[in-house]
């Protein structure tokens, strides 16, 4: 049993922004959630986490709804990390990573068992050498690893992450979603760069005005059809026949083209 949206609807501001979305990630699948701006994805997640209540429909965590379980009980399983997750206060990125044993710790206080998680997750991150730094002293990038440890550090049965990649270089981008993909959990990864998606997601699901316009495999997903109806965008597909993978190349839109080939110019 894992996490689980039914028919999921939830209005934002009197809009529809999720409508009647069903998810249903396998134990150990990574699944891609994709579409456009406003789409409805980062609302997806934080009805996922138990962060908001849909209207109607329901999320479901180990067959009961999320709603309904304690904070503590749901943090134990489900571990998030969302867009503009940022703190000022002056603390080491340890200290950061350590936030993600709260839901474990007992009345006790910390133990041993919290360093070593802590540890393995900065490890995981490419962050061991910036454990004593101070959190304001990250790049973009390296703060977004040390959200993605924190993550790692709580020992979640489920990984929740909104665009995790996009202050990351290539490098940093290819690991992390690698390493996502070889965690033993079941991860549902909001993500723009639909190369990405299809290299590393066993299932996408792609929002288009927060209904579900497509879900299944990458490459049976995402067709130049389909791009083009939910991105309006002109693309084509590649299939590489050995390792079953795709790749997308965009068209330049006709409307950054110039007459002649002109390059434009910045006036
Ligand atoms: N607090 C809010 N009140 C009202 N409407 C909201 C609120 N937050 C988001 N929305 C609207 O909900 C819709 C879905 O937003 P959401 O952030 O879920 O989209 P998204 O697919 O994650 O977008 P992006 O790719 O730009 O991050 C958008 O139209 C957005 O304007």
Known sequence: MTLHADRVSWRRGGVLV?????????????????????????????????????????????????????RRAVAKKVAAVTQHAETD??????????????????????????????????????????????????????????????????????????????????????????????????????IHDLNLAAMFCDTVIVLHHGRAAAAGRPAEVLTPQLIRAVYEVEAEVSHDDVTGRITISFAMPSRCEQPGGVPMTAT
């Open 18 to 70: 999720v409508d009647e979305v069903t998810l249903t990630p396998r134990p150990g699948e990574t699944v891609g959630l994709l579409g456009p701006n406003g789409s409805g994805k980062s609302s997806l997640l934080r009805l996922l986490q138990g962060a908001a209540r849909p209207d109607s429909g329901s999320v479901l965590l180990d067959g009961e709804p999320i709603g309904a379980q304690g």
């Open 89 to 190: 206060t002056d603390i080491t990125v340890y200290d950061v990573v350590r936030l993600g044993r709260t839901p474990h710790r007992s009345a006790w206080g910390a133990s041993r068992d919290d360093d070593r998680a802590i540890r393995a997750a900065l490890e995981r991150a490419g962050l061991t050498d910036k454990a004593d730094r101070m959190w304001r002293t990250l790049s973009g990038g390296e703060r977004q690893r040390a959200h993605i440890a924190r993550a790692l550090a709580q020992e979640p049965r489920e990984l929740l992450l909104d665009e995790p990649t996009n202050h990351l270089d290539i490098r940093h981008q290819l690991d992390l979603l690698h390493l996502v993909r070889t965690l033993d959990v079941t991860s549902i990864v909001a």
